[in-house]
């Protein structure tokens, strides 16, 4: 059998959007579901996303940090993780070197609980992914860490 045609570019280009949109939604509805269990807010849940990340990597993530990357204000973003840890999902800390400073981790509780939820999410996308090779995942993740910067376009 003959090999097929490579489809045009356009084609490929918009098939990988739509799978991008439909997973975003499917994201959405999933982490929604994970929301309303806990009584948190859509921001409540992306900052946490973006804290948490910084305390299993060992480099917290500041206040002023997690405002720029939710795109609030500083005033917002205060409000927010006082709700955070109200709750008891966060902590603040004051950098010793730099009292100024202050940056968020996740409770142990919090870590506990969202691992609970989202750890088997990422066994199942282990699963779905399991046909392809180290190299072709590699890629994947870069196109879609390129295609994550769409969001962020340039200021003039």
Request: aromatic share 6%; charged share 25%.
């Amino acid at each position: 059998m003959p090999p097929q045609p490579e489809p045009p570019r356009d084609t490929v280009m918009n098939d990988l959007v739509a799978a991008l949109r439909t997973f975003t939604v499917e994201s959405d509805v999933f982490v929604d579901v994970f929301a309303r269990a806990h009584q948190l807010h859509r921001s409540d849940l992306n900052a946490i996303m973006w804290i948490s990340q910084g305390t299993s990597s060992g480099d917290p993530i500041t206040v002023g940090e997690l405002a720029q990357r939710l795109r609030l204000s500083p005033a917002a973003t205060t409000a927010l993780v006082d709700r955070l840890e109200n709750v008891g999902h966060v902590h603040r800390f004051r950098d010793p070197a730099d009292r100024r400073r202050v940056t968020v981790r996740m409770s142990d509780t919090a870590m506990r609980v969202a691992s609970a939820f989202f750890v088997p999410l990422g066994g199942r996308m282990t699963e779905a992914a399991a046909e392809f090779t180290p190299e072709e995942l590699a890629r994947t993740a870069e196109i879609v860490r390129r295609l994550t910067t769409a969001f962020n376009p340039p200021t003039a």
